[in-house]
């Protein structure tokens, strides 16, 4: 069976919802991520524009300003939900994590 799309988010999707809480364009968004993860998740510029294409075409994000080729987005309420699901998913598989391993032995 073929997993729903958006169902659970890639981390470079999370980090897209997650930056879009405020307007910004493109440009923004990666160094956003950047700087937020420490260097860990970097985005090219194919993978985040197909992805702000992809949700945008689902209703996640909304394009809210152009300015020549420069395009600016925010998150809609169906984005919020997206990104407050895949938070909470985060949070059960941390919790089921410390429920086997046990809370002594995380770093």
Do not use: N, W
Not at 55 to 74: D, V
Not at 85 to 99: K, S
């Amino acid at each position: 069976m073929a997993r729903e799309k958006f169902q659970t988010l890639t981390e470079p999707m999370f980090y897209i919802l997650l930056c879009l809480k405020r307007e910004c364009c493109g440009a923004d968004i990666a160094a956003q991520i950047t700087a937020l993860t420490r260097g860990r998740v970097t985005l090219g510029p194919g993978t985040l524009y197909h992805l702000l294409e992809s949700f945008q075409q689902a209703g996640m994000i909304e394009e809210t300003r152009t300015e020549g080729r420069k395009r600016s987005y925010l998150i809609t309420p169906k984005g919020r939900k997206a990104l407050e699901t895949e938070y909470r998913r985060l949070l059960t598989l941390t919790e089921d994590y410390q429920t086997c391993i046990g809370k002594e032995d995380v770093p």
